[in-house]
């Protein structure tokens, strides 16, 4: 019906009509990709959901986040071309771990989940650290981050004084003799269709570890240490037990003749009794071999048992870290103290007063301002909503991050 | 029950493996039996065919002799071997052992739980005080009427749904009783104590007490709340079931309240939200709020706090304990963790490779343990309080579940095996009038005493 009318239109009416047309498609698009960089810009930025409409708070928040981040990078710039501790055989500064979640269409990441967000501690080498925290703080991130497993976002991991934060996969090569992993779940850790005696052969071979005549008795030498039997060589991981299995996995480790072995939890998926053999296996190869262990559980008293030092985690930062015993005779951080109080008590009689914590952790995708322990803390102030608490020494070798204690230097 | 179902190597004793002949004959041999307890657990029985007493009227429950069996195609694996226990009213019971003992296979057996045709109750009782609905002779429950000063019902106007009052065909109003509402708004019926053998309760009978009567609490609260439903329609199910006659007004009411005992801070907004929504920590006091929910006389607790972190594990605790003693119910606990027992549990029953090695009071069994494997297990933990060097370990692992042998279990790891344990499996000895240990150490003392 209509329709008989746009026949009808001359040459010069078509004309007019398309470039009509092309300039309404390029302003619309041109609508849309401004539309999407403010709002990737927005995001990138401080949240300003809650405060919108309101110019003074907006301000702030952002005036807040920007000194914020400079101060931090003040700080990791200062410290940046300090020298290596000789005596640490590993030193972290500053490390981040940032997983983007968001990009906007510049390919830039709008948000990110903080995994481990500027974690610095020493280790020297023979001494045990025992990494302690809730799920989903990072622990497991930031022990796969100092192996290179993951590419860190930023800060410096030096392993016998060389900075390997910026090592390509393959100059980390002749490094991973010297720095191996030992993972929670022996189950699934354990290639199935290989022997033990292929399991633990395979670093060695690979490694040139030892000539490769000798390569059998090596492994029979590791597996003998390791408490496994003989026999055990021409065996397949699925007819063995998980403590077994977990053996297995330490002697892998072991096999390379490492300096560094990351434990992730290689206590939690066993029973009780098993895990004593475990923890007293680890005990005794560290004593004879001069291991440095990175040992991570949520499990605290196993920690405790197991470690000299001791850091204390809390969505992606180290809020407490020192000595074993200056940490478990006075903690210092809330977060340590309720930490340490939750821990159940296997004496009937024994009442604690406990410090029960309110709510849950928080996403680390969207840690709260300031303090990030603030939304649970029983003693957060208003200071500690706004300013992240410095990370700072208090007694010798006793680091702390919270607003209870002084911050000036 | 993963740790059942492991391969099982070793089953003769130079194989590593069964030919297709045997497993044929296994299998034969296992389904004449199954296909006649799957049978008994179809059958229709009247009431009195499972009902029982109780041994003692101050216990709640009461598992005697149970043999819980699973008929796999390597052979029988006895997951529960012949386990005695008693949960008194008003306490906690802690169940403790490691993983394969069968501390999870004997609360799926009060529950019924086991997944047939393999996971039988061999043999065995599980008597159960109930404190259902008294129930007319149409088995319809009768409804409790609200009462005045005189103790005659309470007539009240009877109302059509706009609140007008209805009038009969004179123009009058009409009168009408009206059944009595607890402090949730829940109607309220008639109540009777009867006791039930739960071992030999065919399945349809069991809905009566499964939620209602009896509720659980399992370990991973995400796999056991279904991600396609909100909260409010899962929690709001247990009341329209288990409490007839209520609307599904009355059934929101209900879950509110119960989301609100829980110490859920919001929880009309928890109400409308999906499991995935929530929480480790929300999810399983969700979980606990549906247990609630049917107002049950005991709740079984396995593995509570294992999927979740210590400071949540802290709270969870803590809302346990409160809520046994608002709501008078007992709480079986099942848990691998010596200190949760410790915290937790009046009675303390230890359980290796499906036998109950030792029970007690809760003091007696951390106080003055007795059978080597519970010292053992106390020695080889950590704790926050000591300083040890190294750590007591058990060598050696749990026997393999298939082809028990006829000694005690626990012989090959244990370090004060004397000669006498090259017999048979030690009897229970009471050591004290609450301790019971399972040990040929104690067998003499006992003889001397008397």
Redesign the interface.
Do not use: C, W, Y
């Given at each position: 019906m209509n329709n008989s009318y746009l026949y009808v239109v001359t040459g010069g009416q078509v004309v007019a009509a398309g470039i009509l047309v092309a300039v309404v498609a390029l302003l619309v698009i041109a609508g849309c990709v401004l539309f999407f960089l403010i709002k990737g810009r927005k995001a990138d930025g401080a949240k300003t959901d809650g405060a919108k409409g309101d110019d003074v708070a907006l301000f702030d928040d952002e005036l807040e986040a920007r000194h914020e981040r400079e101060r931090r990078e003040k700080a990791a710039l200062k410290d940046r071309d300090l020298p290596p501790d000789e005596e640490a055989l590993l030193e972290v500064r500053h490390l981040k771990m940032y997983f983007p979640l968001k990009k906007t269409i510049g390919g830039k990441v709008s948000l990110a989940l903080r995994a481990v967000d500027d974690v610095s501690f020493k280790l020297k080498r023979g001494e045990t650290l025992g990494i302690v925290g809730?799920?989903g703080c990072g622990k497991t991130t930031m022990g796969r981050a100092i192996l290179k497993l993951y590419q860190p976002t930023g800060g410096q991991v030096f392993f016998e004084g060389k900075d390997i934060a910026g090592y390509k996969p393959k100059e980390m090569r002749p490094l991973r003799t010297k720095m191996q992993i030992i993972f929670q779940d022996p189950y699934s850790s354990l290639p199935p269709r290989s022997t033990v005696g292929g399991i633990l052969s395979e670093p060695v071979k690979v490694h040139k570890v030892v000539p490769k005549a000798e390569t059998k008795d090596y492994v029979m030498k590791i597996m003998e240490q390791c408490g496994l039997r003989d026999y055990y060589y021409e065996r397949y991981p699925?007819?063995f037990?998980g403590?077994?299995r977990q053996r297995i996995c330490i002697a892998r480790a072991l096999s390379v003749k490492p300096a560094l072995v990351v434990c992730d939890e290689p206590v939690s998926a066993l029973?009780?009794?098993?895990?004593?053999?475990i923890?007293?296996l680890l005990?005794q190869l560290q004593e004879e071999l001069g291991l440095t262990y990175l040992f991570i559980s949520?499990d605290?008293?196993?920690v405790?048992?197991i470690s000299d030092k001791i850091g204390v985690m809390y969505l992606g930062s180290m809020v407490e870290f020192g000595d074993k015993k200056a940490i478990?005779s006075h903690p210092m951080h809330p977060y340590t103290q309720?930490?340490?109080?939750?821990?159940?008590?296997?004496?009937?009689?024994v009442k604690m007063d406990?410090i029960?914590?309110k709510g849950?952790?928080p996403s680390p995708a969207d840690p709260p301002k300031g303090c990030k322990f603030n939304t649970r803390c029983p003693h957060a102030m208003e200071i500690c909503k706004h300013i992240t608490p410095n990370y700072k020494e208090y007694e010798p070798g006793h680091f702390v991050a919270c607003h209870c204690y002084p911050q000036e230097d | 029950m993963s740790e059942e179902k492991e391969?099982k190597?070793k089953a003769k004793k130079n194989r590593?493996y069964l030919t297709g002949r045997e497993i044929r004959a296994i299998v034969r041999s296992n389904n004449k039996v199954t296909r006649a307890l799957e049978k008994k657990k179809r059958r229709k029985a009247k009431e009195e065919e499972f009902l029982t007493t109780l041994k003692d009227d101050r216990n709640i429950l009461e598992v005697e002799d149970l043999h819980t069996y699973f008929f796999t195609e390597q052979g029988i694996v006895k997951a529960v071997n012949g386990v005695s226990f008693e949960v008194p009213q008003g306490s906690t019971v802690g169940v403790v052992g490691?993983?394969g003992c069968g501390k999870s296979v004997t609360s799926m057996s009060i529950m019924q739980l086991l997944q047939g045709p393999a996971g039988q109750i061999y043999s065995g009782e599980i008597r159960f005080k109930s404190y259902d609905f008294k129930r007319d002779a149409k088995g319809k429950p009768i409804p409790v009427w609200e009462k005045d000063e005189n103790g005659e019902d309470l007539l009240t106007e009877k109302k059509d749904r706009h609140g007008r009052p209805v009038l009969d065909k004179e123009g009058n109003p009409v009168f009408e009783k009206r059944q009595k509402r607890d402090a949730y708004g829940t109607l309220q019926y008639e109540m009777e104590e009867k006791v039930f053998n739960i071992a030999e309760m065919p399945i349809k009978e069991m809905h009566r007490l499964r939620g209602r009567q009896i509720a659980m609490i399992f370990q991973e609260p995400m796999t056991s709340l279904n991600p396609v439903f909100t909260i409010g329609n899962q929690l709001d199910e247990v009341t329209l079931l288990h409490f007839p006659g209520s609307t599904k007004a009355d059934a929101k009411r209900r879950s509110i309240e119960m989301l609100n005992l829980v110490g859920i801070a919001m929880p009309e907004r928890v109400y409308k939200s999906y499991p995935h929504e929530l929480?480790?920590?929300?999810r399983q006091r969700v979980m606990i709020s549906m247990a609630l929910a049917g107002d049950p006389r005991l709740i079984i607790a396995d593995e509570p706090t294992t999927a979740l972190?210590?400071?949540?594990?802290?709270?969870i605790?803590?809302l346990l304990r409160d809520l046994k003693t608002r709501i008078n119910g007992s709480i079986l606990l099942i848990t691998?963790?010596?200190?949760?027992?410790?915290?937790m549990?009046d009675f303390v029953v230890v359980m290796y490779a499906g036998r109950i090695i030792e029970k007690g009071t809760?003091?007696e069994i951390?106080?003055h343990p007795m059978h080597p494997y519970t010292i053992?297990?106390?020695r080889?933990?950590?704790?926050?309080?000591s300083e040890?060097d190294?750590?007591?370990?058990?060598?050696g692992?749990?026997p393999n579940p298939i082809d028990m042998p006829d000694y005690c279990y626990f012989r090959e790891r244990c370090s004060h095996c004397t000669k006498k344990c090259f017999g048979d499996y030690p009897e229970m000895v009471q050591v004290s009038p609450t301790h019971w240990v399972a040990c040929h150490l104690y067998d003499g003392k006992e003889e001397k005493g008397e």
């Open positions: 809730e799920s699925h007819e037990s403590g077994q029973d009780v009794s098993i895990q004593a053999q923890i007293n005990k949520h605290l008293s196993v405790k048992h478990f309720a930490l340490f109080s939750a821990v159940p008590n296997p004496n009937p009689d406990r029960v914590l849950d952790i | 391969p190597t590593n490691e993983s929480s480790g920590g929300m972190d210590v400071t949540i594990q802290a709270q605790l803590d691998h963790d010596l200190g949760i027992i410790a915290e549990a809760a003091s951390f106080h053992g297990l106390q080889s933990k950590p704790t926050m309080d040890k190294t750590l007591f370990d058990i060598p692992n749990v």
